[in-house]
């Protein structure tokens, strides 16, 4: 055969098979028909938002999803783009987000409680080999003067047994400065008696002009604990956050009042104000006894100089749902004065505050939450500033 023959026999079949994967390519059944893609459930949901409903998988349908190209009589794909992409209005009824919560914001259920006013101990491993560990932390995590600050530290080996440290200080730094120029206000770690061996202690109390530094800085306190580890470890140091502050302008006055709102629980907290503010209440919703943790609230208020109150909402449908009939305790009780910016000076904890009358858990609403009606111009992707732009990653 000629050299020019061979040449034009091989562009022929080059040319040939060129067309075939091009008509495949333009022809190909279910692409541009079928919305389903290999783990998008989108196209299905598109369907059905356009009156159309996928038939059941069965028989040669079944075939047809899973990839043979034996029907034409899938389903347009309204969402598609020629990119494959989901359009905008899919993102805003994307399947895979989380519903709506059945609650408001104010209100959630709650299954342990805790006292605002308490922080977990830090556990650090002191040598994994051995098993030491310590721990350590503050023994109420807000204080309010004249009250101490109380670090507590201690090191167990892997049974649990207390074993002894030496040269152990406990630090203390007002918020708003830095490690190298502090000021920095120490006391030491100080040994004393438990039935497992010695619990170290540091308990500071701040002078008049240490409080005003701590003051100046903030509520927050910065805390360091230093020591020699048992055992020959050597020194080990760590660090925790505690509050120390000044009381609120404004504290709970001892009078409650309740009712049912609505098929929810609303308990007024009396509030006696010394300086007109902002302010924020917390509370939680217990049941006979104080035990049974059942829901959590919180509520904010401007509040006048005077007697006032804030109300707490406990929603309707956590009550009915945990089937826990009242009288019901209100417990963790605490107010927080907020000042400019996102600082909070927090209150004391009131616990067993007040106890309600006796109710049954089918008094309350079993309906979930219905955020209110938006107000005013609603900004979507068909508004006028919107056009031209991307639809957003994520929304309801």
């Not at 107010?335 to 996102?342: C, I, K, P, R």
Request: charged content about 20%; some cysteine; overall charge negative.
């Amino acid at each position: 055969m000629k050299r020019g023959e061979a040449r034009g026999r091989i562009a022929a079949a080059a040319i040939a098979l060129l067309v075939i994967v091009a008509v495949v390519l333009f022809v190909r059944p279910g692409d541009g028909t079928s919305t389903k893609r290999a783990g998008d459930p989108q196209g299905e949901a598109s369907a059905a938002r356009a009156g159309h409903r996928p038939p059941k998988k069965s028989g040669a349908r079944a075939a047809v999803e899973d990839g043979d190209p034996g029907s034409d009589d899938s389903i347009p794909a309204p969402s598609a783009d020629p990119s494959g992409a989901p359009r905008g209005d899919d993102f805003m009824n994307a399947p895979n987000l989380p519903p709506a919560p059945p609650y408001p914001p104010g209100s959630q259920p709650l299954t342990e409680g805790v006292d605002p006013a308490s922080q977990p101990r830090e556990v650090v491993p002191a040598d994994a080999k051995t098993g030491v560990s310590c721990s350590f932390g503050p023994r109420v995590a807000i204080v309010h003067p004249p009250d101490p600050l109380i670090i507590d530290a201690e090191c167990t080996d892997k049974e649990g047994k207390l074993l002894s440290i030496a040269n152990g200080v406990a630090r203390f730094r007002p918020d708003r400065t830095t490690p190298d120029s502090g000021p920095w206000f120490s006391a030491p770690l100080v040994g004393r008696r438990a039935s497992r061996g010695a619990i170290f202690t540091a308990t500071y109390l701040p002078s008049a002009v240490e409080q005003a530094a701590f003051f100046k800085g903030g509520s927050h306190v910065f805390v360091e604990v230093a020591f020699d580890a048992p055992n020959g470890l050597g020194p080990r140091r760590y660090s925790t956050v505690m509050q120390y502050s000044r009381l609120p302008d404004a504290a709970l006055s001892g009078a409650y009042m309740e009712q049912i709102v609505d098929g929810s629980l609303v308990i007024s907290a009396g509030i006696t104000v010394s300086v007109a503010g902002d302010y924020r209440l917390i509370g939680s919703l217990y049941g006979p006894g104080g035990d049974q943790a059942i829901a959590f609230a919180h509520a904010n208020a401007h509040l006048d100089a005077g007697d006032g109150s804030i109300p707490l909402l406990f929603f309707g449908k956590i009550l009915h749902d945990r089937g826990i009939d009242g009288p019901y305790e209100l417990r963790y009780l605490m107010l927080f004065e907020h000042l400019e910016g996102a600082e909070e000076i927090p209150g004391e904890t009131v616990d067993h505050a007040y106890t309600t009358k006796r109710y049954t858990a089918g008094d309350f609403s079993p309906q979930s939450y219905v955020a209110p009606a938006q107000q005013g111009e609603v900004v979507d992707m068909n508004s006028p500033s919107q056009q031209g732009k991307p639809p957003p990653l994520f929304s309801r």
